[in-house]
């Protein structure tokens, strides 16, 4: 079975600062995990992907996460936050059949 | 050039109505998704189709009927609608394969009164 855990609903950073969003995935097969961005009334947009290439993975606007096996952890980062960051961000894992397993989401607001 | 689009935005209507939603991708995918976003945003997927063919069909009421005419185009159709349909519903498509990501329209947010 897949599941996604966003371990913190609400992450409040203030401009400048690093971004951590946390997430842990359940899975049966090799997954692959992405972040997706939802600003405000707006649809989803992709930040990044793993799938099974470097751990690694550099996003836009500055975003990377790193894959660990051994702590099925998928955590989303970013050395210095931004105003624009601000939004909600889901982590999902997929494995065969590209079924989407969302996590609930973290919101994220930058304090200027 | 949009890649997802849904129509209309916004649907408000009363409950017991009858509407639909449309969906067209310009992406060359096979696959094509609807999800519903809850008031907390928590996403859920609701169906897919590949290649016109319903794959993926989860525990939804059988007031909501998809209807994909081609693989460019995936409808969502609601009959008599509740108070608890109040939603974001959320087009998606993808090539069918591992790893692949979805591409997500921007969402059609429905209000029954």
């Known amino acids: 079975a897949q599941s996604v855990t966003q371990l913190d609903s609400h992450v409040s950073v203030s401009e400048g600062t690093p971004v951590l969003l946390r997430c842990n995935y359940s899975s049966s097969y090799s997954p692959s995990l992405f972040w997706y961005v939802q600003h405000p009334n707006k649809g989803l947009q992709l930040l990044l992907k793993?799938?099974?290439?470097?751990?690694l993975v550099k996003g836009i606007n500055g975003f990377e996460a790193e894959f660990k096996k051994s702590e099925t952890s998928f955590h989303l980062t970013k050395p210095s936050a931004h105003m624009s960051d601000a939004a909600e961000y889901f982590c999902?894992?997929?494995?065969?059949?590209?079924?989407?397993?969302f996590g609930t989401g973290t919101s994220l607001t930058v304090i200027p | 050039d949009t890649a997802v689009s849904q129509t209309p935005k916004y649907l408000v209507t009363q409950m017991g109505n009858d509407k639909s939603i449309k969906c067209e991708q310009n992406?060359?995918?096979?696959?094509m998704y609807w999800y519903k976003q809850d008031s907390k945003k928590f996403l859920k997927i609701m169906f897919s189709?590949?290649?016109?063919?319903?794959?993926i069909n989860e525990t939804v009421p059988n007031r909501f009927s998809p209807k994909s005419p081609d693989k460019a185009h995936l409808n969502l159709h609601i009959n008599s609608l509740e108070l608890g349909d109040s939603a974001v519903y959320f087009c998606?498509?993808?090539?069918?394969?591992?790893?692949?990501?979805?591409?997500f329209g921007p969402g059609t947010r429905l209000t029954v009164t």
């Open positions: 793993y799938t099974s290439a470097a751990t």
């Open positions: 189709y590949n290649n016109k063919e319903l794959i």
């Open positions: 999902v894992v997929t494995t065969i059949g590209n079924q989407f397993y």
């Open positions: 992406l060359g995918h096979d696959t």
């Open positions: 998606a498509s993808s090539q069918r394969s591992v790893a692949y990501e979805q591409y």
